[in-house]
């Protein structure tokens, strides 16, 4: 899986590097694109706030635009946001449900009724809203500052995102603290004065470890075949054009 080592950041677009990061929004909506490819099979992930299904990884339902899961507590955090928002919505009577099932795949109080109510209120621009913001607090920011704060740039934000959405930050040994600890072991980030490429290669190297510790993410072509492709390409600043494939279906963005 490793190959010859790129050349340090240093060497390519240093000033372009440090003014753009993930959270610039033509970055932000690539990111976006590409974690849609994993999740939803389609680069359309506008299209997805009304996507909900039980994938069968043991977090029961799984829904919306970075698959929020009824197991893991952050799909009950978004329906309270949504409910202190908006009060009267499709998906409050299901609050009681949703905490006695967190740390569960049970769908126990939620069907038949939750994913038809799901889909009625992704129609509600206020439960659209209530998921963007969700993704950014728990999600898209402190992946981004993380990546920032390790002197990354672009293309290690993402990194850090992806790992973000599908292992949490939690205390277990496959969330993403665990994966960058992982990796410092076996190489310093550019923010502590090691080279950048070196350091994402360790990051993926232990990305792909974690997700090989769980059956239903034991393709890993999120990472082989997509984030390695931008790395080995030296392109880490996720300049288009992107060309990546997941899960054997290619995808581009010009």
């Known amino acids: 899986m490793r190959g010859s080592r790129l050349p340090p950041r ?27 490819s994993a999740e939803n099979s389609t ?3 506008k299209a997805q706030y009304g996507y909900i299904e039980d994938i069968g990884d043991g977090r029961g339902y799984t829904g919306g635009i970075i698959g929020f899961c009824s197991g893991t507590g ?15 919505n499709p998906l409050a009577r299901f609050l009681p449900a949703l905490r006695a099932v967190d740390g569960s795949d049970s769908h126990e109080g939620l069907d038949p009724g939750y994913v038809p ?12 809203r209530a998921q963007d913001d969700e993704r ?4 898209f920011d402190p992946a981004v500052a993380r990546g920032k704060a390790d002197g990354l740039g672009v293309l290690g934000q993402f990194a850090y995102y992806d790992a973000f959405v599908m292992h949490g930050d939690g205390d277990d040994g496959a969330s993403f603290g665990a994966i960058r600890e992982r990796a410092l072991r076996q190489a310093e980030p550019p923010g502590r004065g090691g ?11 232990a990305r792909v470890w974690a ?25 880490l600043d996720l300049d288009p054009p992107l060309d990546w494939k997941v ?8």
């Open 10 to 36: 240093a060497a390519a677009h240093p000033e372009e590097a440090r003014v753009n990061g993930l959270d610039d929004p033509a970055k932000k909506d690539i990111a976006m694109q590409l974690v849609s």
């Open 43 to 45: 680069l359309d992930w």
């Open 74 to 88: 952050d799909m009950l955090g978004l329906v309270e946001l949504y409910t202190r928002r908006t009060p009267d």
């Open 117 to 128: 109510a799901w889909q009625e209120a992704a129609r509600d621009e206020a439960f659209r």
């Open 136 to 139: 950014d607090r728990v999600y």
């Open 195 to 205: 080279d950048e490429t070196a350091f994402l290669d360790a990051f993926l190297d």
């Open 211 to 235: 997700m090989r510790q769980e059956e239903a993410h034991e393709d890993t072509s999120r990472v082989d075949t997509a984030q390695r492709v931008f790395l080995r390409a030296g392109n």
């Open 247 to 254: 899960y054997g279906d290619s995808y581009h963005i010009g």
